[in-house]
């Protein structure tokens, strides 16, 4: 199960950063030209937001089951060393407030009246997700 939910985190990593990156770039482009905000466009924003929350519950569930995780952090010693600390608290922490921002940034979105607003709504607040998704990546587990 472990090896399992690790490569099912590892390789939904990239397809929820992807989507993030186009996204915002999507809303942004929105923004800028003036468009009208339509029911493709909230569908779009949707994927990312789907892709990040099934990211959320994976990492959630391998967080206790994985020797990185919850262990690492109970066990002692992991607030000393920057590797342990890293996949035992900073990046479980750090993602969970970037997917509430992710979260915010596509309900705000559907509550707001004008479409330059609602596409502003989904790139900044999903560009901050992302920013701090990328903060806090163990990148040498990850590609190294
Ligand atoms: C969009 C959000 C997230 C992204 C993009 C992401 C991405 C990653 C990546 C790329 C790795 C390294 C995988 C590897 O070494 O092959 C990783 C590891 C890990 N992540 Fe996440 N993660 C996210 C959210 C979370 C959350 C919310 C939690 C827990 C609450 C979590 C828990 C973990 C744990 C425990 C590991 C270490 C797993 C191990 O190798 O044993 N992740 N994550």
Redesign the pocket.
Known sequence: M?TGL?HA??GL?YL??AALVLVIIYALIGSLSGKAFTEKDRKIAMIAFIL?HT??LI??I??FV????FSLLTGGGAMSDSAARL??LE??LI??V??VLISIGYIRAKKLQESRAKFRSIYMLYAVGLVL?LSR??WA??LG
């Open positions: 472990y690790q985190h590892s990593a929820a950063l990040s990211q959320l990492g959630l391998l967080y994985s020797p990185l995780g996949t035992a990046h479980p993602n969970i970037a997917i998704i990546i163990p587990a990850w």
